[in-house]
């Protein structure tokens, strides 16, 4: 390393008291800023459980969802108006609703229903344990082994409950990648039995699944839905749409936001202070330093160089604290939400360089303008 | 000659409240030569000694130092000067309390990008010079006045400069103190290819200069340069 970076090193690290309290200063508002946006990350990730699940190319849907976790329900024409779309290779029904299961016990306890496509069982989960064949039995339900599985008792193959005053026999068990946002257990059925046992409104289909013959048909297909008064995304577009909706219309979005600017304002006040004390302890050394023959700009070196030193430092303690905190998290809640993102850290690193170089844009203000004379004279 | 002033001149201020520092000034160091700049306080011994070390313009005049006009150089050209040419004893010493003393006698060779190992052992040399090779590993807080002086020292010549400056060396030291360190720079440091410039109130290190200035209210009082060889 460069002599003057490597006595630069050694003036920050030997200040004990200072070095210390910038890098747990930044540390801290890294881990702050990493909890904040992490949560916020896991949030909008479960939230779109279902997109990513059912791994539908293109989804049609009443223009005013927002959320896969509403949906307006639609009528039967749509599905065939779709299915007569020019570059629809196939458009499918799909149910996802509320069902109260009434377990063996007498609790009760919300789920999650969702009733595939009787023909070709489009969006099915992967099977663990059973047959998805025997979706077909009666009463057929498919229970997803998640963290929820154990809210309607750990089922087992042939295990049965009530779903709203209707006999439901587990058939198979299921692993589906994202789990859910809510909490809710998941029950596949198929959609004509979702369909009867379960709604009360008079329209039935929640989403109509998509697969377009090719990429190029998307834009015509989601003019023509359009045209029919519908809605069309394709996958990505829809998790966006829920995305949009968290983060601006739930005021989550807002104060997540708002928290992140706090905690980055509290690591750049505490380290830009501490920052600017040592850089003021060092003043007349830094005036010495001067006077002997050091140019300015290798003094604005070694201070560049001591922030980005505390500045990576911070960073990289508080990701790994905030990793640490969202791994055991992880560990003991069930469904904790929260994922670190490489956007997430990007955004950390970038507010850390903010600190960093508004810390040493302080210091080379002041250590700009020492006049040697005046440490010539005392 | 190591060192020409010609018609320095340098005022503080603005009028009514400017103070005229320097009128005028001029003088000649040679090689080899230990030259005291003496007078009252606030005759502008230090604000001389800043100009002609090129750390404080002045409003006229010129310095030359080994032929080169130094006041005509860019200011980072005049850094690298100074780091070339110069060793600086400050009055208040100016070490790193938090670098070692090794480290701290180091410093104008790293400011010379010599690589650090090799700076490190040219100060280990230094230190040996001024008899404080194995106090090398401590902070400079740990040693007393004296020691801190000769540390000063030690990283003022470590880096072989042609002109050597102390402003006050003995101020803050005992007047028992202040002869030694003074007679030693004399004894090992002073030789016929630099020169020192000290600027003391002290007379009780007078018999070392090799010559004295004697300053009074911004002039050279004349016939003061005669020469006080021991
Ligand atoms: N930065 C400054 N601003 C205003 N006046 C100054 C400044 N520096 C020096 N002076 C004035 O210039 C004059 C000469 O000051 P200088 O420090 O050179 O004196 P000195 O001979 O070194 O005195 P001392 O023995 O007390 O150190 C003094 O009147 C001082 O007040
Ligand atoms: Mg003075």
């Known amino acids: 390393m460069n002599g003057l970076l490597r006595i630069a090193l050694k003036l920050l690290l030997n200040d004990k008291g200072k070095f210390a309290t910038l890098v747990i200063g930044i540390t801290f ?30 989804w049609v849907m009443d223009p005013a969802v ?34 109260l299961v009434k377990l063996n016990d007498g609790t009760y306890q919300s789920a999650t229903i969702i009733g595939l496509d009787d023909a070709s069982l489009f969006g099915r989960p992967a099977i663990i344990s059973g047959n998805i064949l025997d979706i077909y039995k009666n009463n057929a339900f498919i229970m997803v082994k998640d963290a929820n599985y154990a809210k309607l008792g750990s089922p087992k193959i042939g295990t049965s409950f009530e779903i709203n005053d209707h006999r439901a026999v587990v058939v198979a068990l299921a692993h589906t990648s994202v789990p859910g946002l809510f909490g809710l257990p998941t029950l596949y059925t198929t959609y004509n ?41 394709t996958d990505q577009q829809f ?65 560049v160089f001591q922030s980005l030193v505390v500045g990576f430092l911070g960073f990289g303690f508080g990701v790994l604290l905030s990793s640490t905190m969202i791994a055991i998290g992880k560990m003991r809640i069930a469904n904790y939400a929260a994922m670190v993102t490489y956007e997430n850290l990007f955004l950390a690193l970038i507010m850390v360089l903010v600190i960093s170089v508004f810390s040493s844009y302080i210091g080379i203000r002041k250590v700009i303008r020492i006049d040697p004379f005046d440490v010539f004279r005392g | 000659m190591i060192l020409t002033a010609t018609k320095i001149s340098k005022s503080f201020g603005e009028a009514p409240n400017q103070t005229y520092a320097l009128r005028e000034v001029s003088f000649a160091v040679d090689f080899g030569e ?44 005049l ?19 938090r670098l070692t003393t090794l480290e701290n006698v180091a410093i104008p060779l790293i400011l010379r990008r010599e690589p650090w190992e090799k700076s490190l052992a040219e100060a280990r040399k230094t230190l040996q010079i001024v008899g404080l090779a194995e106090k090398e ?45 003074v007679a030693f720079v004399k004894e090992h440091i002073l030789n016929e290819r630099r020169a020192i410039i000290i600027v003391t109130h002290d007379s009780r290190i007078y018999e070392y200069a090799t010559r004295i200035i004697r300053m009074e209210d911004g002039r050279i009082v004349p016939g003061a340069g005669a020469d006080h060889e021991k």
């Not at chain 1, 599905?79 to 799909?94: E, H, N, Q, T, W």
């Not at chain 2, 850094?79 to 790193?96: C, E, K, M």
């Not at chain 2, 007393?144 to 402003?167: C, H, K, M, Y």
Request: no cysteine.
């Open chain 2, 79 to 97: 850094a690298g000067f100074r780091l070339q040419t110069i060793g600086f004893v400050f009055q208040d010493y100016h070490l790193f309390p």
């Open chain 2, 34 to 77: 230990m030259l005291y700049i003496v007078g009252p306080s606030g005759s502008g011994k230090t604000t001389l000694l800043s100009i002609i070390s090129g750390i404080l313009r002045p409003d006229d005049g010129d310095v030359v130092v080994k032929d080169t006009d130094i006041w005509k150089l860019g200011s980072d050209a």
């Open chain 2, 137 to 181: 590993s401590l902070p400079p807080y740990k040693l007393s006045g004296g020691e801190q002086q000769r540390v000063a020292i030690a990283r003022a010549i470590v880096a072989q400069p042609d002109l050597l400056i102390f402003d006050e060396p003995t101020a803050s030291l005992d007047g028992e103190t202040g002869r030694k360190i």
């Open chain 1, 29 to 58: 508002s890294v881990f702050l800023m990493m909890q904040m946006t992490s949560m916020f990350s896991g949030i909008l990730y479960q939230s779109a459980a279902n997109i990513v699940n059912v791994g539908a190319k293109m």
């Open chain 1, 193 to 233: 039995r979702a369909t009867q046992d379960l709604p009360s409104t008079r329209y039935l289909i929640s989403y109509i699944l998509v697969q377009p013959k090719s990429t190029q048909d998307i834009a015509a297909i989601e003019r023509q839905v359009k045209n029919l008064g519908y809605l069309a995304l």
């Open chain 1, 66 to 99: 927002q959320t896969p976790q509403n949906s307006i329900p639609m009528p039967d024409y749509v599905l065939d108006a779709v299915r007569s779309i020019p570059g629809v290779k196939f458009a499918v029904p799909f149910y996802v609703g509320a069902g």
């Open chain 1, 239 to 303: 998790v966006a749409r829920n995305d949009q909706y968290y983060e601006f219309q739930t005021g989550m979005g807002t104060n997540i936001l708002i928290m992140t600017l706090i905690s980055f304002l509290v690591g750049l006040s505490i380290a830009g202070e501490t920052f600017y004390m040592f850089v003021l302890d060092n003043l007349e050394h830094f005036g010495a330093l001067k006077a002997i023959g050091a140019k300015s700009g290798e003094l604005i070196q070694m201070i």
